[in-house]
């Protein structure tokens, strides 16, 4: 990531599918810190402004807990999407060497809308 103080100190951010997982599952489950703390963590992440990959053709009202994140090729949005209020699944998208940020994005969508009626079936 284009952390640059990190960088400048030969340190370098990154993450995997399986980290953002394993977060995102204990988000799901209320495990993170404690009950107050994990809710306040999903209003947070519910509050995304950034809506153009997991969210982007689900109907409208369907709840995103998500954080995205870019840089130059890089295209990530993960998290969790509630179908009911006790049911849901997570979505992870990391994509790198994608210079087309439009056709990444579009993508996403499609494919989290794909995923998302199958979950309804």
């Given at each position: 990531v284009e952390d640059?103080?990190?960088?400048e100190q030969g340190l370098s951010n990154s993450t995997t599918a399986r980290d953002l997982l394993v977060i995102f599952e204990h988000l799901a489950t209320g495990t993170i810190i404690n009950e107050?703390?994990?809710a306040e963590m999903i209003e947070i992440l519910k509050?995304?402004?950034?809506?153009?990959m997991i969210s982007a053709k689900l109907p409208k009202g369907t709840e995103v807990a998500h954080k995205t994140g870019w840089i130059t090729n890089v295209h990530h949005d993960s998290g969790i999407v509630y179908t009911s209020s006790n049911s849901g699944y997570i979505l992870i998208f990391l994509s790198k060497n994608a210079p087309n940020r439009a056709e990444v994005l579009e993508t996403a969508a499609t494919i989290s809308k794909i995923i998302y009626d199958y979950s309804k079936a």
């Open positions: 640059l103080k990190a960088y107050a703390a994990n509050d995304q402004n950034f809506n153009d």
